[in-house]
């Protein structure tokens, strides 16, 4: 959690890498008591806009939230909190995350969409908020710098390539 603004607004950063194992037997209990958990902390930290930060990236498949639990946090979170969200950044988007939403969106408010950002990098993060009062786990830090390495290789490699360097002029 950090604060930006002029009125200390709040930045929740939620990790997605730290939620627990589908295939635990009580993996319902526990999410839904974490979910209870996460909204009893919104409201008391929410006083005024507020913006949450989806940390995606270093998340396996089995630990991501389900779409049913997604659905009901949309609709358990109570109108003034979800009126003062400006933003829902997801950094490190994964194509099913962005199938999820691209499926769910003639469902969910078209307001709640526009809010929502894909950022690929921490970079790209740090331009977007101040990033002095945001913990950052070591495991997304580690899983970006990794991903970037990846794409500086790859660029480099489509430019060596004369064929792939006219293919990326045009």
């Known amino acids: 959690t950090g604060y930006y603004g002029d009125g200390l607004n709040a930045i929740i950063v939620f990790a997605?890498?730290?939620l627990p194992d589908s295939s635990r037997a009580d993996y319902n209990y526990v999410m839904e008591?974490?979910?209870l958990y996460v909204i009893s902390t919104l409201e008391l930290m929410v006083a005024e806009d507020y913006m949450i930060v989806y940390l995606n990236g270093a998340t396996p498949r089995r630990r991501m939230p389900g779409l049913g639990w997604l659905k009901k946090c949309y609709q358990m979170?109570?109108?003034r909190l979800r009126k003062n969200l400006k933003s829902f950044i997801i950094v490190h988007p994964s194509w099913f995350i962005r199938t999820i939403l691209a499926v769910t969106r003639p469902f969910?408010?078209?307001k709640f969409s526009s809010k929502i950002q894909y950022v690929n990098t921490?970079?790209?993060l740090r331009e977007m908020i101040p990033m002095e009062y945001v913990h950052i786990p070591d495991s997304i830090v580690k899983y970006d710098e990794e991903k970037c390495i990846k794409r500086r290789m790859r660029t480099?490699?489509?430019?060596n390539d004369p064929e792939m360097a006219s293919v990326e002029q045009e």
């Open 16 to 18: 997605a890498c730290f």
């Open 33 to 35: 008591n974490l979910f």
């Open 77 to 79: 979170i109570d109108r």
């Open 108 to 110: 969910i408010s078209s």
């Open 122 to 124: 921490l970079a790209e």
């Open 156 to 159: 480099s490699c489509l430019s």
